[in-house]
């Protein structure tokens, strides 16, 4: 069975400082892996996804994630966190017909410092 | 703009209630699905629908029903609620015949069983 592990419960960044946040996935096949991010009281909007090709992804809002098949992870990256980045982020893997079926991480919530 | 919406942000209902909780999407998406999601287990699939009066159950569908009779309308049904459905519903749609691979999820309805 799949699974998505996000290590990482509490991340607590600067404003305009980095930020990396972790995904391992556990999947037998070439995996859909998607970031999805939940701003307070919101839904989830999808950030970035990565089905094949360059292991680099581009994404909205300034965030890209990568692709290392030999780690199993796809990690998230921003260079320069702004406030309105404080928000829950959420890794998945999907399967199924056009990778449908999600099978998300536990979750990183990220709060950013002024 | 596309729109996922649910019918409440907020709902409290007595143990062993029969609890009705409805999606309703805008943009003729085939698939339909149904998560919870509950502190540091992200998100979980109890039910997916890929077209009208079609079901599939998810990972977690024990508990819960669902029904879907209209494209753009997915019902999921708790029978007789309990304690440990206290929890957020989120509720999402996917198009598969043009497919974008990206999830679009509604507001979330926070469920309270006391």
């Known amino acids: 069975a799949q699974s998505v592990t996000q290590p990482d419960i509490h991340i607590t960044v600067s404003e305009g400082a980095s930020l990396e946040l972790r995904c391992n996935y556990s999947?037998?096949?070439?995996?859909?892996l998607f970031w999805y991010v939940q701003s307070p009281g919101q839904g989830l909007q999808l950030l970035l996804k990565y089905f094949s090709g360059d292991t680099l992804v581009q994404g909205i809002k300034g965030f890209e994630a990568e692709f290392k098949r030999s780690q199993s992870s796809f990690n998230l990256r921003k260079p320069s966190v702004h406030w309105s980045d404080a928000a829950e982020y959420f890794c998945?893997?999907?399967?199924?017909?056009?990778?449908?079926?999600?099978?998300f991480g536990g979750g990183t919530r990220v709060l950013v410092k002024p | 703009d596309v729109k996922v919406t649910q019918s409440s942000r907020y709902l409290v209902k007595r143990t062993g209630e029969k609890v009705f909780l409805e999606c309703v999407q805008d943009m003729d998406h085939e698939n339909m699905f149904w998560y919870r999601q509950d502190p540091g287990l992200g998100l979980r699939l109890i039910y997916f629908s890929y077209d009208v009066k079609m079901k599939e159950k998810g990972d977690i569908p024990e508990g819960y029903s669902v029904s879907r009779e209209k494209k753009e309308r997915f019902s999921l049904i708790l029978e007789s609620a309990s304690t440990n459905q206290t929890s957020m519903y989120l509720c999402a749609s996917t198009d598969l015949i043009r497919p974008t691979y990206e999830q679009y999820f509604g507001p979330g309805t926070r469920l309270t069983v006391t």
């Open positions: 998945a893997v999907g399967k199924g017909a056009a990778g449908n079926k999600l099978t």
């Open positions: 999947y037998g096949a070439t995996p859909y």
